[in-house]
Each structure stands twice: as structure tokens, then as C-alpha cells.
């Protein structure tokens, strides 16, 4: 019997990776970039590489007018690998909602990220709802270096602002009978074009158990590259952890609950098989359809060994 594999959106044959890196098709670049402000076509006449499409991606960034945010870097999170250039981070970007490519960039513009609420609610002794300015005012906001390693064996460093989970947990109290916490982002189709797709379980939806919550590396981040996160990163507020791989760090969360079973994630009800709930990033073991033994940081290709959960394992190989 012949059994057909199906391709989940974000597979990207390492060929295709490399020369997205290096270069860009002309033509098929001008026709979908060509969507944005009139600022930004004026950037766009003889766009043709890396470098041109990250000025395309600087100018509408700047047209998002990202408020800054001044906050000290904790020195306890380190890297060992140059920064990823911001353009190229915010120009490659997973966010299914939006775009099944890397192109999110360009089809956000509808999305409203603020006003923004989210919800803590579940097994806890203090529900609440937080405004998202005041959720920041009451947090400790810190600036952290992460590595990040997509499922898909590309890699970024990024510095992060935000705060731990710990944190925001401590607040809402939660019960002992509380096991697991769930996040789940927006349904707005009317914003993110791709949630009319009926084939797939929007909202999107991640978990974590208690414990992994709680541990120090668990971050909400609100901002990167000392500013307010880009839409296409999760603005106005996403989870990153650094361990597992990237899809697990939910973007734009507008609830947060706490429960004592596993709730059921959008990537493990679509492939489980391949989209594993726990998804610790692990040189040994493949994805069923490429091996994990390496990965590529974006824009440069350099490329490193991978680390088992990612080089953490000193905060993070108690839990498993
Ligand atoms: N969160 C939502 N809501 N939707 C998504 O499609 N993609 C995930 C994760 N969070 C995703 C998401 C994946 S696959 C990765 S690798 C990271 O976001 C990518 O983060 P970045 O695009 O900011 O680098």
C-alpha cells in the first residue's frame, strides 16, 4: 500500500532555504512586496537581494512606528553566535494566521494589535484579564539573548524583552490540581487572512506543562531589538522557549488557562506524528522527514551543531 505523506506548510526543502537566504526571485518579490505603502514601493525599484529586501523590511517597520523600550539585559542568558540581523529576523518569519510562506511581512497590515486583553483563567485562585500595558507595568521587563531553533532546522539569536511566565503565573495563584497550561492566539479572520481555512484547527493553540512553565527560561516577550515586537514576530505579546523548538512559542496570546489534562495543541492535532507536544529540541532524534543533527542561521547559512535542548539543558533536563 502506498501511503501519502502530506506536507505540513511550513516544509521547506534545504535547497530552498539556502537561496532564499542569498537571493530572491526579482519578479515574484516586486509582485507580492509591490502590496505595501507608497514609501515602501519607492525602496522596491531594482530590489534584487538579501540586502534590498531587508531595506524594504527596515522602512515598514518603521512605518509601524514600534515604540522603544529601554530595559537592562540579563547577563545570565549569553549566546555563542552573532546577533541575527533584525531585518533579516523580522523577514522570515513563521505565522500561519497570515501567510503559509515566510512572506508574513507583507500581510499583516490588517492586523490590530492594539487594544489588547488576555485572559488568565482555569485551575487558579485569581482569574484575571489584563490590559496588556498594565500586565507590562506590573512585570519585571528584562532584555534576554535566546537562541531559537525552528522545527525546520533554521536558527536565529535574537535579544528578547519581555518578562518570565513565572511571573505572570505567580499572580493568578493557580491550584494544586493545576498539571498543564494552555495559550491560545486570536481568531480574527477579518485581520489574518488564512483563518478562513476550515482544513485547520484555528485558533492556534500551544501547552506547556506546569513545571516547564515555571522554569526561569519561560518568556513573555513584548518586544525585540529594544523596541515593541512587529506584528510578524506576535505583537503585542508571544511566549519564547528557547529548549523546544519554535512552535511551540505561541505568538499574539490572548488566553492563558490552566488545567489538570493536556489540552490539544494546533500542530499536534494537525501531524502528531511529527509535531510532538513536549518537542524538545534533540540532535538524536529526526523529524520523519529530515534529521535534526545541524541547523542554518538565517541570513548567514552558518552552520552549527545542533545542541541537545538547544544548550540549556542546564536549566531545562531536570523536567524530562
Ligand atoms: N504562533 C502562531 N500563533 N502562529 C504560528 O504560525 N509559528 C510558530 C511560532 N509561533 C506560529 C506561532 C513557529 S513554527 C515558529 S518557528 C515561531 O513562531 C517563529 O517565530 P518568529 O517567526 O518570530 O521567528
Same mark, same amino acid.
Given at each position: ?24 526571485? %526579482? !519578479? ?38 514600534? !515604540?522603544?523600550?529601554?530595559?537592562? !539585559? ?6 555563542? %553566535? ?25 500581510? $499583516? ?14 485551575? $487558579? ?41 513565572? %511571573?505572570?503565573?505567580?499572580? $493568578? ?7 498543564? $497550561? ?8 477579518? =485581520?489574518?487572512? !488564512? =483563518? ?64 489538570? %489534562? ?29 534529521? =535534526? ?28
Amino acid at each position: 500500500m502506498t501511503s501519502i505523506k502530506i506536507l505540513p506548510d511550513w516544509f521547506l526543502p534545504e535547497s530552498q532555504a539556502t537561496s532564499e537566504s542569498i537571493y530572491m526571485n %526579482r !519578479r515574484r518579490f516586486l509582485k507580492k512586496a509591490g502590496l505595501g505603502s507608497l514609501s515602501t514601493i519607492g525602496l522596491l525599484a531594482g530590489c534584487q537581494t538579501l540586502e534590498e529586501k531587508k531595506a524594504v523590511v527596515k522602512q515598514k517597520l518603521l512605518e509601524e512606528r514600534l !515604540r522603544p523600550i529601554t530595559t537592562a !539585559r540579563n547577563l545570565a542568558f549569553t549566546i555563542d %553566535r552573532p546577533l541575527t540581523n533584525e531585518y533579516s529576523a523580522a523577514a522570515y518569519t513563521n505565522f500561519y494566521e497570515f501567510s503559509g510562506d515566510k512572506d508574513v511581512w507583507q500581510k $499583516v497590515d490588517k492586523f490590530q494589535p492594539h487594544p489588547w486583553t488576555i485572559e488568565v483563567s482555569g485551575l $487558579v485562585a485569581k482569574p484575571q484579564k489584563f490590559a496588556i500595558e498594565d500586565l507590562i507595568s506590573k512585570m519585571p521587563i528584562e532584555e534576554r539573548l535566546y537562541r531559537h531553533r525552528c522545527v525546520e532546522a533554521w536558527a536565529m539569536a535574537v535579544p528578547w524583552i519581555g518578562f518570565p511566565l513565572k %511571573r505572570l503565573i505567580e499572580l $493568578v495563584e493557580p491550584k494544586a490540581t493545576a498539571t498543564y $497550561v494552555k495559550f491560545t492566539t486570536f481568531m480574527r479572520p477579518e =485581520q489574518a487572512g !488564512r =483563518q478562513i481555512l476550515h482544513n485547520q484547527p484555528w485558533p492556534y493553540t500551544e501547552g506547556l506543562t506546569i513545571k516547564e512553565a515555571v522554569n526561569e527560561l519561560a518568556f513573555l516577550a513584548v518586544g525585540i531589538y529594544g523596541h515593541e515586537l512587529p506584528k510578524q514576530h506576535g505583537a503585542p505579546i508571544r511566549l519564547v522557549l528557547p529548549w523546544k523548538y519554535g512552535y511551540k512559542s505561541i505568538k499574539s496570546i490572548e488566553k492563558i488557562e490552566f488545567s489538570d %489534562r493536556q489540552p490539544p495543541t494546533f500542530w499536534n492535532m494537525r501531524f502528531p506524528e511529527e509535531y510532538d507536544f513536549l518537542a524538545n529540541v534533540n540532535p538524536n532524534i529526526a523529524h520523519p522527514r529530515w534529521s =535534526q543533527a545541524s541547523e542554518k542561521m538565517l541570513e548567514t547559512g552558518d552552520r552549527y551543531a545542533t545542541q541537545m535542548y538547544n544548550g540549556y539543558a542546564s536549566y531545562v533536563a531536570n523536567l524530562y
